[in-house]
């Protein structure tokens, strides 16, 4: 078992199979910033702050989900043990300590027990190697100007004028779903507002799935 999925000591391992277990915080409370900045040079260059873990509270799901993530493999058929580089560094003589197996334990064994230090040592590790799912978002956010927000609910650029942002820097907080579908829903709200904007009635115009080849009409979606 291996926890995440990067980093140098991924390249150290034996060849063999790993089977590899993430988590993360769908709604976390730390936020981020992305300004424009002067340089020491007198250009404009990017400031940009990740602001991960900021709040304390956002750590303590990612602690609960790493004890728990162990105590689901360690009862899995295939489980033969854990590579302790990609785990915490546990105090020397922890019962939480990782290693090899011969196999998994008992569907009614008892959980680990962790010490204070062996959460201080969870800690570190998340503080660590915590990254991105890769679905950035909300650098324009849509809230109002008071609340640090940029673009209002038409999509307009505040301050600037016949300016429209319409991708996912303008979602407001985190979605709990792939980011595709939810930046195809901004896509087509866009297109209705700004037809609006241009004095064009969509009401009238068919529906596309009316005019769509034959047997695409009757395509569900799943």
Excluded at 44 to 68: C, Q, R, W
Excluded at 101 to 121: C, F, K, Q, R
Excluded at 195 to 216: F, K, M, Q, V, Y
Aim: with cysteine; net charge negative.
């Amino acid at each position: 078992m291996i926890t995440s999925y990067f980093g140098a000591s991924w390249y150290g391992l034996p060849p063999r199979n790993y089977l590899i277990a993430s988590y993360f915080t769908l709604y976390p409370t730390s936020v981020g910033s992305v300004h424009i900045k002067v340089g020491d040079n007198g250009k404009e260059a990017l400031d940009i702050t990740t602001g991960y873990l900021d709040d304390a509270s956002d750590i303590v799901p990612l602690n609960f989900a790493y004890k728990k993530t162990r105590e689901i493999f360690r009862r899995m058929p295939s489980y033969r043990g854990e590579a302790s580089t990609r785990h915490p560094r546990f105090p020397q003589g922890s019962a939480a300590a990782c290693g090899e197996a011969s196999g998994p334990v008992n569907l009614n064994a008892p959980d680990i027990i962790y010490t204070a230090e062996d959460d201080e040592a969870i800690d570190n590790f998340h503080r660590d190697n915590a990254q991105s799912t890769w679905h950035s978002l909300g650098t324009c956010a849509m809230k109002q100007e008071a609340d640090q927000g940029v673009v209002d609910a038409r999509l307009n650029l505040y301050g600037v004028t016949n300016l429209k942002v319409a991708d996912m820097s303008i979602v407001p907080l985190n979605v709990g779903t792939n980011t595709n579908s939810v930046a195809l829903l901004i896509g087509e709200k866009a297109a209705m507002i700004i037809a609006e904007d241009l004095g064009i009635d969509c009401t009238e115009c068919p529906s596309w799935w009316e005019n769509a080849p034959a047997g695409l009409s009757n395509v569900s979606s799943g």
